[in-house]
Protein backbone atom coordinates (compact mmCIF):
# COMPACT_ATOMS: atom_id res chain seq x y z
CA UNK A 1 0.00 0.00 0.00
CA UNK A 2 1.75 3.32 -0.55
CA UNK A 3 1.46 6.00 1.58
CA UNK A 4 0.43 9.98 0.12
CA UNK A 5 3.30 12.23 2.53
CA UNK A 6 2.95 15.84 2.43
CA UNK A 7 3.78 17.91 -0.19
CA UNK A 8 6.91 19.35 1.62
CA UNK A 9 8.16 15.72 2.67
CA UNK A 10 8.12 14.85 -1.13
CA UNK A 11 10.03 17.75 -2.20
CA UNK A 12 12.20 16.87 0.55
CA UNK A 13 12.94 13.32 -0.74
CA UNK A 14 13.21 14.18 -4.20
CA UNK A 15 16.04 16.59 -3.38
CA UNK A 16 18.05 14.09 -1.50
CA UNK A 17 17.46 11.46 -4.35
CA UNK A 18 19.30 13.54 -6.44
CA UNK A 19 21.72 14.10 -3.81
CA UNK A 20 22.52 10.59 -3.74
CA UNK A 21 21.22 9.92 -0.62
CA UNK A 22 19.07 6.74 0.13
CA UNK A 23 15.05 7.42 -0.27
CA UNK A 24 14.00 4.35 1.02
CA UNK A 25 15.82 5.25 4.36
CA UNK A 26 14.41 8.87 4.74
CA UNK A 27 10.43 7.67 4.33
CA UNK A 28 11.28 4.87 6.85
CA UNK A 29 12.37 7.34 9.18
CA UNK A 30 8.82 9.22 8.47
CA UNK A 31 6.60 8.47 11.50
CA UNK A 32 3.22 7.84 10.62
CA UNK A 33 0.30 8.75 13.07
CA UNK A 34 -0.68 6.62 15.54
CA UNK A 35 -4.49 6.36 14.70
CA UNK A 36 -6.79 7.57 17.65
CA UNK A 37 -9.70 5.02 19.09
CA UNK A 38 -13.01 5.62 20.01
CA UNK A 39 -13.20 4.73 23.92
CA UNK A 40 -15.40 1.26 24.15
CA UNK A 41 -18.50 1.37 26.52
CA UNK A 42 -17.44 -0.91 29.36
CA UNK A 43 -19.58 -4.17 29.23
CA UNK A 44 -22.15 -4.97 31.29
CA UNK A 45 -21.73 -6.90 34.38
CA UNK A 46 -22.59 -10.54 34.36
CA UNK A 47 -25.76 -11.86 36.48
CA UNK A 48 -24.91 -13.16 39.15
CA UNK A 49 -26.65 -16.71 38.87
CA UNK A 50 -28.60 -18.19 41.41
CA UNK A 51 -28.69 -21.49 43.11
CA UNK A 52 -31.60 -23.84 42.16
CA UNK A 53 -33.17 -24.30 45.19
CA UNK A 54 -32.90 -20.10 45.63
CA UNK A 55 -36.76 -19.42 43.66
CA UNK A 56 -36.58 -15.84 41.97
CA UNK A 57 -40.06 -14.21 41.35
CA UNK A 58 -40.11 -11.10 39.83
CA UNK A 59 -42.73 -8.36 38.79
CA UNK A 60 -45.79 -10.28 40.62
CA UNK A 61 -48.80 -7.92 40.04
CA UNK A 62 -51.97 -8.69 42.18
CA UNK A 63 -54.79 -6.26 41.66
CA UNK A 64 -56.53 -4.08 44.61
CA UNK A 65 -59.95 -3.97 44.64
CA UNK A 66 -62.23 -1.99 46.95
CA UNK A 67 -64.17 -3.53 50.24
CA UNK A 68 -67.47 -2.26 49.72
CA UNK A 69 -68.55 -3.62 52.71
CA UNK A 70 -65.82 -2.05 55.13
CA UNK A 71 -66.47 0.38 57.74
CA UNK A 72 -63.17 2.25 56.42
CA UNK A 73 -62.01 2.99 52.79
CA UNK A 74 -60.29 -0.63 52.12
CA UNK A 75 -58.56 -2.54 49.26
CA UNK A 76 -57.66 -6.04 48.82
CA UNK A 77 -56.47 -8.17 46.67
CA UNK A 78 -56.88 -12.24 45.94
CA UNK A 79 -54.60 -14.50 48.22
CA UNK A 80 -50.93 -15.34 46.76
CA UNK A 81 -49.12 -18.44 47.43
CA UNK A 82 -45.46 -18.40 47.45
CA UNK A 83 -44.97 -21.46 46.76
CA UNK A 84 -47.05 -21.66 43.44
CA UNK A 85 -46.71 -18.68 42.94
CA UNK A 86 -50.52 -18.39 41.96
CA UNK A 87 -53.64 -16.95 43.23
CA UNK A 88 -57.42 -17.21 44.32
CA UNK A 89 -60.31 -14.91 45.25
CA UNK A 90 -61.20 -18.35 47.11
CA UNK A 91 -61.24 -18.19 51.02
CA UNK A 92 -58.33 -19.33 53.16
CA UNK A 93 -56.20 -19.96 50.25
CA UNK A 94 -52.63 -19.25 49.39
CA UNK A 95 -50.70 -17.60 52.35
CA UNK A 96 -50.96 -14.15 52.23
CA UNK A 97 -53.10 -11.15 50.20
CA UNK A 98 -52.19 -7.20 49.85
CA UNK A 99 -54.49 -5.21 52.35
CA UNK A 100 -54.58 -1.30 51.87
CA UNK A 101 -56.73 1.42 54.16
CA UNK A 102 -57.34 5.13 54.12
CA UNK A 103 -58.89 7.27 56.23
CA UNK A 104 -59.02 5.54 59.59
CA UNK A 105 -58.78 7.82 62.41
CA UNK A 106 -55.83 5.63 63.70
CA UNK A 107 -52.78 6.37 61.45
CA UNK A 108 -51.28 3.22 62.19
CA UNK A 109 -54.14 1.52 60.82
CA UNK A 110 -53.95 3.14 57.31
CA UNK A 111 -51.76 1.97 54.50
CA UNK A 112 -50.21 -1.35 52.89
CA UNK A 113 -50.04 -4.12 54.75
CA UNK A 114 -49.14 -7.98 53.73
CA UNK A 115 -52.29 -9.68 55.61
CA UNK A 116 -52.12 -13.58 56.75
CA UNK A 117 -54.18 -15.96 55.34
CA UNK A 118 -55.43 -17.73 58.78
CA UNK A 119 -56.12 -20.68 57.18
CA UNK A 120 -53.12 -21.24 55.43
CA UNK A 121 -51.25 -24.83 56.86
CA UNK A 122 -48.05 -22.59 56.66
CA UNK A 123 -47.43 -20.20 59.75
CA UNK A 124 -45.79 -16.90 58.03
CA UNK A 125 -43.75 -14.46 60.43
CA UNK A 126 -41.67 -11.33 58.73
CA UNK A 127 -38.83 -8.96 59.76
CA UNK A 128 -38.90 -5.87 58.04
CA UNK A 129 -35.32 -4.29 57.39
CA UNK A 130 -36.64 -0.91 55.91
CA UNK A 131 -35.13 0.36 52.84
CA UNK A 132 -31.73 -2.27 52.66
CA UNK A 133 -30.99 -3.35 49.06
CA UNK A 134 -32.76 -6.31 48.35
CA UNK A 135 -30.07 -8.51 46.14
CA UNK A 136 -27.16 -7.72 49.10
CA UNK A 137 -28.45 -9.45 52.08
CA UNK A 138 -27.99 -12.98 51.50
CA UNK A 139 -28.81 -14.87 55.08
CA UNK A 140 -32.00 -14.81 56.85
CA UNK A 141 -31.27 -14.22 60.58
CA UNK A 142 -32.07 -17.26 63.36
CA UNK A 143 -33.76 -15.02 65.53
CA UNK A 144 -36.21 -11.96 65.58
CA UNK A 145 -39.02 -13.14 63.53
CA UNK A 146 -42.52 -12.02 64.41
CA UNK A 147 -46.00 -11.07 63.63
CA UNK A 148 -48.58 -8.14 64.58
CA UNK A 149 -51.88 -9.08 65.53
CA UNK A 150 -54.49 -7.06 63.83
CA UNK A 151 -58.03 -7.48 64.06
CA UNK A 152 -58.55 -11.28 63.46
CA UNK A 153 -55.52 -11.51 61.27
CA UNK A 154 -51.82 -11.29 61.50
CA UNK A 155 -50.26 -8.27 59.53
CA UNK A 156 -46.69 -6.92 58.56
CA UNK A 157 -46.78 -3.38 57.51
CA UNK A 158 -44.91 -2.40 54.22
CA UNK A 159 -43.75 0.41 52.11
CA UNK A 160 -42.32 0.59 48.52
CA UNK A 161 -38.70 -0.75 48.25
CA UNK A 162 -38.60 -1.70 52.05
CA UNK A 163 -37.04 -5.38 52.15
CA UNK A 164 -39.34 -7.51 54.33
CA UNK A 165 -37.74 -10.88 55.40
CA UNK A 166 -40.20 -14.05 55.56
CA UNK A 167 -40.09 -17.50 57.68
CA UNK A 168 -42.68 -20.26 56.25
CA UNK A 169 -43.23 -23.20 59.07
CA UNK A 170 -45.52 -25.99 58.02
CA UNK A 171 -47.66 -26.53 61.13
CA UNK A 172 -47.81 -30.29 60.07
CA UNK A 173 -44.45 -31.55 58.86
CA UNK A 174 -42.59 -28.24 60.93
CA UNK A 175 -40.42 -27.68 57.63
CA UNK A 176 -39.05 -24.06 57.70
CA UNK A 177 -38.46 -21.96 54.60
CA UNK A 178 -37.36 -18.82 54.57
CA UNK A 179 -37.18 -16.06 51.86
CA UNK A 180 -37.18 -12.01 51.22
CA UNK A 181 -39.69 -9.77 49.25
CA UNK A 182 -39.94 -6.29 47.95
CA UNK A 183 -42.44 -4.57 47.06
CA UNK A 184 -41.98 -2.13 43.98
CA UNK A 185 -45.23 -0.68 43.42
CA UNK A 186 -48.38 0.07 46.12
CA UNK A 187 -51.09 1.54 45.59
CA UNK A 188 -55.12 1.03 46.41
CA UNK A 189 -55.26 -0.71 42.81
CA UNK A 190 -52.34 -2.79 42.36
CA UNK A 191 -49.12 -4.36 44.33
CA UNK A 192 -45.79 -5.07 42.38
CA UNK A 193 -43.45 -7.26 43.99
CA UNK A 194 -40.15 -9.46 43.43
CA UNK A 195 -39.69 -11.80 45.95
CA UNK A 196 -36.62 -14.93 46.32
CA UNK A 197 -37.93 -18.61 48.36
CA UNK A 198 -35.04 -20.75 49.31
CA UNK A 199 -36.97 -24.11 48.46
CA UNK A 200 -34.17 -25.79 50.81
CA UNK A 201 -35.70 -26.47 54.57
CA UNK A 202 -33.83 -25.02 57.69
CA UNK A 203 -31.29 -23.17 54.99
CA UNK A 204 -31.05 -19.71 55.48
CA UNK A 205 -29.36 -18.80 52.03
CA UNK A 206 -31.25 -16.19 50.45
Known amino acids: ?7 ILVSA ?7 GCDLDAFLGSVATPTPTLEPTAAASPTPTPHPDHLKYVQGVRLDLRKDEG ?12 IFTTSSSDISDSGHFRVYFQEKNQDNE ?16 EYINRGFFDFMSFDEAPENGWGITPYLDRKVQKTRSDELILFRLTDVASSSVHYGKIRFKELTKEKAVFDYILNTKSG ?3 L
Open 1 to 7: MSRRLPI
Open 13 to 19: AVAMGAA
Open 70 to 81: SLHSTYTSDYFD
Open 109 to 124: SNGHFIWNNKGSIQKI
Open 203 to 205: DRQ
